[in-house]
């Protein structure tokens, strides 16, 4: 069932894991993903980037095919359909187009701009059962054209943005999209329990979740973090069994040409990812 995502992320917190967001980018990966989160009983979000969002034909056509795929095939978990990285124009848009949940990264602002938006939508998405993420701190790596090298994120000012009744907060604290480089520094636990002394119990989300050591991401659910962003993952596993599938001709036997049976191996390949992080998230079977 499609729902906002703030009482699965408050639950998360409330029980020391992170509730796992996945990239969709078509019909295959939203399956995939709705698929595993209802045979593992465990709640999920599936995010939306501005740039999958035009790929698909535009954010309605997302949340129609969403809430089909989840009366068709029978989906009972929690499932929240949140914006990823969104603007201003790009949150309204999924307001009006059916969405549970959404991301506004008024990051890259002015802090004073950055909170004028973020209280603008605080009670749009209130006025329409909606939750809502902001974010402070830039996310290192490149998200739809924009790039960064990263930044932690100033505590005051997460305290700024969290008074103003956003749900759950991004802050910068050394992650990074995309693969991490060789040199990566790791996680700034520092600014994190700084942040959360700010904060208090408002849940905090990690952004970049591929390529994190293991025992980051534990301790980062430790102090507070309810929501953990995966994407690049399950694009290198896609492609990976992909290029398998084909490396071995498989798509010249019979009818493997046909993109049902061309898709399947890394359409698995996601169900595999998928389930790998939430059983270290610890939200495996939390729906039951």
Not at 57 to 72: E, L, N, P, Q, S
Not at 129 to 156: F, K, N, Q, R
Request: net charge negative; charged share 25%; aromatic share 6%.
């Amino acid at each position: 069932m499609l729902v906002n995502a703030k009482e699965m992320i408050n639950a998360a917190r409330d029980g020391k894991y992170a509730i796992g967001h996945f990239n969709i980018n078509n019909l295959e990966w939203t399956k995939s993903i709705l698929l595993t989160a209802q045979e593992t009983a465990t709640p999920v979000i599936l995010g939306v980037s501005e740039g999958a969002g035009k790929y698909m034909t535009g954010f309605k056509t997302v949340a129609d095919m969403t809430k089909a795929m989840i009366d068709g095939l029978g989906i009972t978990v929690p499932v929240a359909l949140h914006l990823d990285h969104g603007s201003y124009d790009g949150c309204l848009k999924c307001i009006e187009a059916g969405f549970s949940s959404i991301m506004f990264d008024g990051s890259h602002y002015p802090i004073e701009e950055n909170i004028e938006k973020t209280k603008d939508l605080v009670k749009r998405v209130a006025d329409n059962g909606m939750s809502l993420e902001a974010e402070v701190g830039a996310i290192g790596g490149e998200e739809d054209g924009i790039v960064s090298d990263g930044e932690c994120a100033d505590p005051e000012e997460c305290a700024k943005i969290a008074e103003l009744g956003v749900d759950f907060l991004a802050a910068g604290i050394g992650n990074i999209h995309g693969k991490y480089p060789a040199n990566w520094k790791g996680l700034s636990f520092d600014t994190l329990a700084a942040i959360k002394e700010k904060i208090g119990d408002m849940p905090l989300v990690l952004h970049g979740g591929t390529g994190i050591p293991e025992d980051q991401v534990k301790k980062a659910i430790s102090l507070g973090v309810a929501k953990i962003n995966v994407n690049t993952e399950c694009q290198l596993a896609f492609a990976e069994a992909t290029r398998k599938y084909i490396e071995a001709g498989k798509d010249q036997e019979g009818k493997g040409y046909d993109p049902r049976k061309l898709l399947n191996p890394g359409a698995e390949a996601i169900k595999e990812i998928v389930k790998e992080k939430m059983e270290l998230f610890g939200s495996l079977g939390k729906a039951k």
